[in-house]
């Protein structure tokens, strides 16, 4: 018979007292976790507590959902990867950093068995250093990339294409006819269908341009549409992504104190509207992400809003249902103030944030994630995913079926790489917004200042009625065919805006009446 968790978080708090009662030391997992049966108890040993105290690493509490990491190439010092999917494969690329050399991986079967990595790099005098995201149009593959003349001693934007499902690459070919000396630099890349988007900030006249190809590559708009000039500061790292004719460029303005800006473009990228600060944090605000998925955008960045440290905050995120005309409030993921980079992914219902955290002292980064199912009503617990010695960093998220994929950099001492861990979520994401128990009924932001989203089982008849604090029904959402989903403007059924306070949303099914308390702040 093994001991009882009472027995063993006993154990756990009597050993780290005994080791040090003027530090701190932050046991992982807690007894949160262990209550809700979402982890399997092990106790410490003395070396490793004295070990972990001291920023080391030991042998890892088993996380329930979550595989074990996975270390699936062995070059050092991988940084950054940047990955997709379509079907059951996921297609990723890397860079090493030091002498930058870019790579791509791939898995044909959602994880399970990952090829052979490659190197794609050089074409002559030219050197690819850095890879952007790869993009699909449903058969081929196109990776963008930042690359270096050693002749001209300028810098540029290029791509590679594969017809074989990353098998086999075309030769680099460049997109610009031009190169400078600070030219292309933090750019990203996106498609719609045959569409190509390339970001790319032109480091000095301090501006953002937006390439685009109707082709697949085969021809560009020259230089590129201007979208946005730093009167003062450098740009730093951009993400550009693309739903429809709809697209979202996020980016950071390195100007104390720095900004999260954006700004989209509603016809193909010809025209922007002006940018805006979508953090709104008078402490700062950077490393930030978008993802996007029909009207549903999701932003995430690290913010200094509550945080006493200097270099590290917590993890935000915003989100827009009607493709970033409005915004909801602000949402907090973290209170560690920990936080340094992240990234954020969107699927349906779910939306998954994952980051570099540096709590665990020592030097120690390691990856950290959360995920919602239901459009960000209710969220997972922080999971640490890597155990490494050092830095573990640049997470990336996404999804094939019911499977969440993780990817990140690891730069330990022993055994580098790029790794991977994976959570089944035991249900189809595609319809893990559609929930079969009857007593959901979700609203998302809550409180909210212009729009709120509810979240409910799908069914063939019925409808969400609202009401006042009075009682007085306001306002009627027909919910037919909205499969679990529907937005309200806090307006009554004649378009007219309602005042700030209490409502109440109700929706009848088979299984009763089943009701949600919503707060309306102007």
Avoid at 33 to 57: F, N
Avoid at 465 to 493: M, P
Wanted: hydrophobic share 35%; with cysteine.
């Amino acid at each position: 018979m093994g001991k009882s968790p009472t027995t063993i978080i006993t154990y756990v708090i009597l050993l780290c007292a005994a080791i040090s009662s003027a530090q701190d030391i932050y046991v992982y997992p807690n007894k949160r976790l262990a209550d809700q049966g979402l982890i399997e108890y092990r106790p410490y040993t003395l070396e490793e507590a004295r070990a972990y105290q001291q920023g080391g690493s030991f042998e890892p509490f088993l996380i329930t959902g979550w595989s074990a990491e996975q270390r699936i190439t062995e070059d050092s010092n991988v940084y950054s990867p940047k990955a997709i999917t379509m079907r059951d494969s996921i297609y990723c690329t890397y860079f090493t950093i030091g002498m930058p050399r870019p790579y791509f991986i791939s898995s044909f079967n959602a994880g399970q068995i990952w090829n052979q990595s490659m190197f794609l790099g050089d074409t002559g005098n030219i050197r690819a250093y850095e890879f952007l995201e790869p993009v699909n149009n449903g058969s081929d593959i196109l990776i963008g990339c930042s690359i270096y003349s050693f002749q001209l001693q300028g810098y540029n934007i290029g791509y590679f294409r594969s017809w074989d499902n990353g098998l086999s690459w075309d030769s680099l070919r460049v997109v610009m006819p031009f190169y400078r000396g600070n030219q292309a630099n933090y750019a990203s890349t996106c498609n719609n269908g045959n569409r190509l988007y390339i970001s790319y900030a032109e480091f000095d006249h301090d501006s953002i341009y937006v390439l685009r190809s109707t082709d697949w590559g085969g021809h560009w708009n020259g230089r590129g549409i201007n979208v946005a000039t730093a009167n003062t500061g450098m740009i730093q790292p951009m993400v550009l992504r693309a739903s429809g004719s709809t697209l979202h460029l996020v980016w950071v303005a390195d100007l104390w104190p720095v900004a999260v800006h954006y700004s989209r473009s509603t016809d193909n990228g010809q025209t922007w509207t002006p940018e805006i600060d979508i953090a709104q944090d008078s402490l700062g605000a950077q490393r930030c992400y978008v993802a996007v998925q029909g009207n549903h955008v999701v932003v995430s960045w690290m913010g200094y809003k509550y945080s006493p440290y200097m270099f590290t905050g917590d993890m935000f995120i915003r989100q827009s249902y009607d493709g970033g005309a409005t915004w909801d409030l602000a949402r907090v993921l973290t209170d560690s103030h920990k936080v340094w980079m992240g990234s954020c992914y969107l699927k349906d219902s779910l939306i998954v944030v994952t980051w570099q955290d540096l709590r665990f002292g020592g030097g120690n980064d390691e990856v950290m994630v959360r995920y919602s199912t239901n459009y960000g009503a209710t969220w997972s617990e922080e999971t640490r995913l890597s155990y490494g010695d050092y830095h573990s960093d640049s997470p990336v998220a996404l999804s094939t079926g019911n499977r969440l994929h993780i990817l990140w950099g690891d730069r330990r001492e022993t055994y580098p790489g790029l790794y991977y861990s994976y959570n089944d979520l035991g249900m189809s994401i595609d319809e893990s917004h559609n929930p079969t128990d009857y007593s959901l009924l979700l609203a998302y932001p809550n409180p909210f200042n212009s729009s709120v989203i509810f979240s409910y089982p799908t069914f063939k008849t019925g409808q969400i009625r609202i009401y006042n604090v009075a009682g007085q029904l306001v306002r009627i959402l027909n919910a037919i065919g909205k499969e679990g989903r529907i937005i309200w403007n806090e307006t009554d059924d004649d378009g007219g805006p309602l005042s700030s306070g209490v409502y109440f949303a109700a929706i009848s099914t088979s299984a009763g009446l089943k009701q949600t308390k919503v707060t309306f702040l102007k």
